[in-house]
């Protein structure tokens, strides 16, 4: 299948980057040059090596908000945050701005030549959440291909933010992309000890290009069950969330003698080398590619289809062992949507499986990073509500706000919170994080925190959902504030009384 | 018999060349016209034997397909078929239908283009042509699983219906241990186009002096005419070729003594029964038979044939059964080709059938439930996250 690969943001236009060198050295004409990487501020391409000067295109360079490089020559290591510095509403509002920007580099891209477009982006970042929905939004309206996404998702290590972005990138990608691969950093992390992340990009550039680039190879053998474009589309067909699993077998490498060599020369017939494999173990290593580290580790009986492909010299590829290994992924997956083909590649050194598990619903990692953001996000809203720097400039109401709040114990402790730092704050990023989310509530940009955060709503996001939300928070609140009204005193319920006044006027 | 062979689908193609291999190998003309339909743009590059020009792609300008196939679905492999029903006609225009006594189209019934478009193709062809149509059709092994065999048990519903006899190729039947992927398929598809052109080239020589037992191409139809499904029975023996100018006179003097006892004709035929059959059946539940001897008449008993017949007969539960022989002077080898028409009792096409409907449940279950659960997935307990567009 031919992918038009669309990095956004650092760690997008790493893994391009790191696809297009696994893509040259596989021989697996890939992209064939269909190429672009995004991002808020040029020091984000200082690493590629593969991508192009004009396709790497740089947005919102220009947007007041967005930091450049030479806005913080001054400072050094973590305060060193270029282009939206992790704010995915920005990274949005950067986009739009410059959607013709965006339109133009698409021409780059011909659509005619791909079967189809994949977005690369790190879920976690400003750039990559929020320039990369727009441009899902930007390319789902004008091409007719699939458009799939791989999201690395944040690590625990990383700080919420990053984790309450990736949760709503996930909630925001999986809607408007045919497919979404999210990558789960994490587990790929934890067993590596050095240069982790060096291998989770090779770790994933294999997988990938095993996965896209199968047929793609020109080979003298022809396969047998070829696995064609509209193989891998119908697998992922179905939308949500993908993931790979992987497993290769080396085979020894067994050189032709010279006396072998020179009978075969004089026209002998010299027999070819035993298969070094047998239905067993080609059975085993489909099996190892299901057991195997998955991009995103699931529940794989969760799977909605299902696709394998074998490559290797043909003479290794044994059917039986290749049925029973379809056979196999059948039983442990519970699905029949399975699609398996063969890729022989006469000259290769081992043979590898391949499997596409398409629409697993089974994430234990999902689940962990939504709880995180909501937390997150309940803390902002807290926060919010009782930060002095935040009420400043608002109006008396939120001030009277404050000191109902005040009334109730349950948020005694936010005061003292709100002025040092939230308890989960303890590396660098996170009180930038915090002072972020401030100015955004200043500016009336951020998410739903409290009553006039749902009445001034003048923010762009009409989406229903998001009304919703910020009711249900409004009346939880507003319940929540009457019984502790009905239960203390008839001046409470005076003050809020009160409260009301100053916004009729 | 002549035929126009077309190949539907990858299997379908591969097998149609195959053919075309066999009966150049071993000078026989059944396929006077041959055409391929596929899909896919690089499966039609597979053949070695079918001019380029016979080599049709349907659905490049489908949405769907795009050239690249229909992703094992036999829906799309139906609709690709019918919006380009107009240059499947425009190809079976060149046939010259006369010259034919029926077509034969071979498909792959587990995929997406032999089970989509094959019917397709059939249906137009009945529109068109008197002749009889009949379909070779291979049938999923079980370990292709629950996607191949529901394309299987539905295709197949639609061809026994449209075809006016269906030969039925069970893939599981030529399973080995030693085979690699390519070996496998190649094998079964030289298996199966031995017995196909050694069956329907039968009675394809007519200029030669035709002996009494000679079989004919209206014998074999007339095999076929009852419709449903069959199966192909097949064995063959080694000759010793004489060599030299010594042993060529020898043998004239000879001639009785090599010619092959009834005995042994007979037990080629039961070889061929009990075999591998091209699908494994109840023989008794045949409705009319058909045996078909090739190689040097010389070697073939009229004594031999009719105690086959007699044989069948009684195995096959039936009165109908034709026996005669197909006179390949230069064939080394002897062989039985054995048709049994209209076999009712297929314990395969069962199993196929019960594997696809676990399969349908399947399918029909994971549907109901999909936009639901992708929903649950990404939205948290108490859609407190939003969107970001």
Same mark, same amino acid.
């Given at each position: 299948m031919?992918?038009?690969?669309?990095?956004?943001?650092?760690?997008?236009?790493?893994?391009?980057?790191?696809?297009?060198?696994?893509?040259?050295?596989?021989?697996?004409?890939?992209?064939?040059?269909?190429?672009?990487?995004?991002?808020?501020?040029?020091?984000?391409?200082?690493?590629?090596?593969?991508?192009?000067?004009?396709?790497?295109?740089?947005?919102?360079?220009?947007?007041?908000?967005?930091?450049?490089?030479?806005?913080?020559?001054?400072?050094?290591?973590? !305060?060193?945050?270029?282009?939206?510095?992790?704010?995915?509403?920005?990274?949005?509002?950067?986009?739009?701005?410059?959607?013709?920007?965006?339109?133009?580099?698409?021409?780059?891209?011909?659509?005619?030549?791909?079967?189809?477009?994949?977005?690369?982006?790190?879920?976690?970042?400003?750039?990559?959440?929020?320039?990369?929905?727009?441009?899902?939004?930007?390319?789902?309206?004008?091409?007719?291909?699939?458009?799939?996404?791989?999201?690395?998702? *944040?690590?625990?290590?990383?700080?919420?933010?990053?984790?309450?972005?990736?949760?709503?990138?996930?909630?925001?990608?999986?809607?408007?992309?045919?497919?979404?691969?999210?990558?789960?950093?994490?587990?790929?992390?934890?067993?590596?000890?050095?240069?982790?992340?060096?291998?989770?990009?090779?770790?994933?550039?294999?997988r990938?290009?095993s996965l896209?680039g199968s047929g793609?190879r020109?080979s003298?053998a022809i396969s047998e069950l070829r696995m064609d474009p509209n193989d891998l589309k119908r697998t992922l067909?179905?939308?949500?969330?993908?993931t790979v699993g992987y497993a290769e077998t080396e085979l020894?490498?067994?050189?032709?003698?010279?006396?072998?060599?020179?009978?075969?020369?004089?026209?002998?017939?010299? *027999?070819d080398?035993e298969p070094q494999t047998d239905a067993v173990s080609i059975k085993n290593l489909v099996q190892r590619a299901v057991d195997s580290?998955l991009?995103?580790?699931?529940?794989i009986e969760?799977a909605d289809r299902v696709l394998l492909v074998l490559s290797g010299p043909p003479k290794e590829l044994s059917r039986k062992g290749f049925e029973t290994g379809r056979y196999l992924l059948e039983d442990e997956t519970g699905t029949v949507e399975i699609l398996a083909g063969d890729e022989p590649l006469p000259?290769a050194?081992r043979i590898t499986a391949t499997i596409l598990l398409s629409?697993?619903?089974?994430?234990?990692?999902?689940?962990?990073?939504?709880?995180?953001?909501?937390?997150?996000?309940?803390?902002?809203?807290?926060?919010?509500?009782?930060?002095?720097?935040?009420?400043?400039?608002?109006?008396?109401?939120?001030?009277?706000?404050?000191?109902?709040?005040?009334?109730?114990?349950?948020?005694?402790?936010?005061?003292?919170?709100?002025?040092?730092?939230?308890?989960?704050?303890?590396?660098?990023?996170?009180?930038?994080?915090?002072?972020?989310?401030?100015?955004?509530?200043?500016?009336?940009?951020?998410?739903?925190?409290?009553?006039?955060?749902?009445? !001034?709503?003048?923010?762009?996001?009409?989406?229903?959902?998001?009304?919703?939300?910020?009711?249900?928070?409004?009346?939880?609140?507003?319940?929540?504030?009457?019984?502790?009204?009905?239960?203390?005193?008839?001046?409470?319920?005076?003050?809020?009384?009160?409260?009301?006044?100053?916004?009729?006027? | 018999?002549?035929?126009?062979?077309?190949g539907v689908g990858n299997a379908g193609s591969k097998l149609?060349d195959r053919?075309?291999?066999?009966?150049?190998?071993?000078?026989?003309?059944?396929?006077?016209?041959?055409?391929?339909?596929n899909t896919a743009?690089t499966d039609?590059?597979k053949?070695?034997?079918?001019?380029?020009?016979?080599?049709?792609?349907?659905?490049?300008?489908?949405?769907?397909?795009?050239?690249?196939g229909v992703g094992g679905d036999g829906?799309?492999g139906?609709?690709?078929?019918?919006?380009?029903?107009?240059?499947?006609?425009?190809?079976?225009?060149?046939?010259?239908?006369?010259?034919?006594?029926?077509?034969?189209?071979a498909a792959g019934l587990g995929g997406g283009t032999g089970s989509g478009?094959g019917?397709?193709?059939?249906?137009?062809?009945?529109?068109?042509?008197?002749?009889?149509?009949?379909?070779l059709g291979v049938l999923p092994g079980e370990y292709e699983g629950g996607r191949p065999a529901l394309n299987a048990a539905r295709s197949l519903?639609?061809f026994?219906?449209?075809? !006016?006899?269906?030969i039925a190729f069970d893939n599981d039947a030529w399973r080995s241990r030693g085979q690699t992927v390519e070996e496998g398929y190649e094998e079964m598809n030289r298996e199966l186009a031995t017995r196909?052109?050694?069956?329907?080239?039968?009675?394809?020589?007519?200029?030669? !002096?035709?002996?009494?037992?000679?079989?004919?191409?209206?014998?074999?139809?007339?095999?076929?005419?009852?419709?449903?499904?069959?199966s192909i029975?097949?064995?063959?023996?080694?000759?010793?070729?004489?060599?030299?100018?010594?042993?060529?006179?020898?043998?004239?003097?000879?001639?009785?003594?090599?010619?092959?006892?009834?005995?042994?004709?007979?037990?080629?035929?039961?070889?061929?029964?009990?075999s591998r059959l091209t699908i494994p059946c109840?023989?008794?539940?045949?409705?009319?038979?058909?045996?078909?001897?090739?190689?040097?008449?010389?070697?073939?008993?009229?004594?031999?044939?009719?105690?086959?017949?007699?044989?069948?007969?009684?195995?096959?539960?039936?009165?109908?059964?034709?026996?005669?022989?197909?006179?390949?002077?230069?064939?080394?080898?002897?062989?039985?080709?054995?048709?049994?028409?209209?076999?009712?009792?297929t314990p395969r096409i069962k199993e196929i059938q019960n594997q696809a409907v676990d399969a349908q449940n399947k399918i029909?279950?994971l549907?109901?439930?999909?936009?639901?659960?992708?929903?649950?997935?990404?939205?948290?307990?108490?859609?407190?996250?939003?969107?970001?567009?």
């Amino acid at each position: 299948m031919k992918l038009a690969l669309l990095g956004v943001g650092n760690a997008g236009t790493r893994i391009v980057d790191q696809l297009l060198a696994a893509e040259s050295q596989t021989d697996r004409p890939l992209t064939e040059g269909n190429v672009l990487a995004f991002n808020t501020t040029p020091s984000a391409f200082a690493d590629t090596t593969h991508i192009d000067g004009e396709r790497q295109v740089v947005i919102g360079d220009i947007h007041p908000d967005v930091t450049r490089p030479e806005d913080i020559a001054d400072r050094s290591g973590e !305060d060193r945050r270029e282009g939206v510095a992790g704010d995915p509403e920005l990274g949005v509002e950067v986009a739009r701005d410059d959607l013709p920007e965006i339109r133009r580099s698409l021409d780059m891209v011909d659509d005619t030549e791909v079967d189809a477009a994949m977005i690369v982006a790190g879920l976690g970042g400003g750039t990559g959440c929020g320039l990369g929905a727009v441009l899902l939004e930007e390319l789902a309206s004008i091409y007719e291909i699939p458009i799939y996404v791989l999201g690395v998702l *944040p690590t625990s290590e990383e700080s919420d933010q990053r984790a309450w972005t990736a949760a709503r990138a996930v909630r925001t990608f999986v809607p408007l992309a045919d497919a979404v691969f999210p990558v789960d950093t994490e587990s790929w992390l934890a067993s590596t000890e050095s240069d982790g992340y060096g291998e989770l990009n090779r770790a994933i550039a294999t997988r990938l290009v095993s996965l896209f680039g199968s047929g793609e190879r020109e080979s003298t053998a022809i396969s047998e069950l070829r696995m064609d474009p509209n193989d891998l589309k119908r697998t992922l067909d179905v939308g949500g969330l993908a993931t790979v699993g992987y497993a290769e077998t080396e085979l020894d490498d067994v050189s032709e003698g010279w006396y072998r060599r020179l009978r075969r020369l004089l026209g002998f017939d010299v *027999p070819d080398p035993e298969p070094q494999t047998d239905a067993v173990s080609i059975k085993n290593l489909v099996q190892r590619a299901v057991d195997s580290k998955l991009t995103l580790q699931c529940d794989i009986e969760t799977a909605d289809r299902v696709l394998l492909v074998l490559s290797g010299p043909p003479k290794e590829l044994s059917r039986k062992g290749f049925e029973t290994g379809r056979y196999l992924l059948e039983d442990e997956t519970g699905t029949v949507e399975i699609l398996a083909g063969d890729e022989p590649l006469p000259e290769a050194s081992r043979i590898t499986a391949t499997i596409l598990l398409s629409n697993v619903t089974g994430v234990p990692r999902i689940e962990a990073l939504q709880r995180r953001a909501v937390e997150f996000q309940r803390e902002q809203d807290d926060l919010s509500a009782t930060d002095p720097d935040a009420l400043s400039a608002d109006t008396t109401l939120s001030a009277e706000d404050d000191q109902s709040s005040e009334d109730d114990p349950s948020s005694e402790d936010d005061p003292s919170t709100g002025d040092e730092q939230p308890p989960s704050d303890d590396h660098g990023f996170d009180f930038q994080d915090a002072e972020l989310v401030d100015q955004s509530d200043v500016e009336g940009e951020s998410a739903p925190s409290e009553d006039e955060s749902g009445k !001034d709503e003048t923010e762009e996001e009409p989406t229903p959902t998001d009304d919703n939300a910020a009711a249900d928070d409004t009346i939880d609140d507003d319940t929540a504030a009457d019984d502790t009204a009905a239960t203390e005193s008839e001046s409470t319920a005076d003050e809020s009384a009160a409260e009301n006044e100053p916004q009729k006027q | 018999m002549k035929l126009a062979t077309i190949g539907v689908g990858n299997a379908g193609s591969k097998l149609i060349d195959r053919m075309l291999e066999f009966e150049q190998e071993t000078g026989r003309d059944l396929c006077r016209h041959v055409l391929v339909i596929n899909t896919a743009r690089t499966d039609l590059a597979k053949p070695d034997h079918v001019p380029e020009d016979r080599r049709v792609l349907i659905g490049d300008t489908h949405q769907k397909a795009k050239g690249h196939g229909v992703g094992g679905d036999g829906e799309v492999g139906a609709e690709v078929a019918k919006n380009d029903i107009d240059e499947i006609r425009r190809v079976f225009d060149d046939v010259e239908i006369h010259e034919v006594d029926a077509i034969l189209v071979a498909a792959g019934l587990g995929g997406g283009t032999g089970s989509g478009a094959g019917p397709v193709v059939i249906d137009e062809l009945q529109k068109m042509y008197d002749e009889p149509v009949y379909g070779l059709g291979v049938l999923p092994g079980e370990y292709e699983g629950g996607r191949p065999a529901l394309n299987a048990a539905r295709s197949l519903q639609s061809f026994v219906t449209k075809v !006016d006899n269906f030969i039925a190729f069970d893939n599981d039947a030529w399973r080995s241990r030693g085979q690699t992927v390519e070996e496998g398929y190649e094998e079964m598809n030289r298996e199966l186009a031995t017995r196909i052109v050694t069956l329907l080239a039968a009675g394809e020589v007519d200029e030669s !002096d035709v002996g009494e037992n000679a079989m004919d191409s209206s014998d074999i139809m007339r095999t076929l005419d009852t419709g449903g499904v069959s199966s192909i029975g097949y064995a063959s023996t080694d000759l010793d070729k004489p060599e030299g100018l010594l042993s060529k006179y020898k043998k004239k003097d000879d001639d009785e003594i090599n010619s092959m006892d009834a005995a042994k004709i007979k037990g080629l035929v039961r070889r061929a029964v009990n075999s591998r059959l091209t699908i494994p059946c109840e023989v008794s539940s045949a409705d009319r038979a058909l045996i078909i001897f090739a190689g040097p008449s010389s070697m073939i008993s009229r004594k031999g044939i009719e105690s086959a017949r007699e044989w069948l007969e009684q195995e096959a539960d039936t009165v109908e059964v034709l026996a005669g022989d197909d006179p390949r002077e230069d064939s080394d080898t002897l062989a039985a080709v054995v048709l049994l028409s209209n076999v009712t009792e297929t314990p395969r096409i069962k199993e196929i059938q019960n594997q696809a409907v676990d399969a349908q449940n399947k399918i029909k279950e994971l549907d109901a439930v999909r936009e639901e659960e992708i929903a649950s997935l990404i939205t948290d307990d108490d859609n407190e996250l939003d969107p970001i567009v």
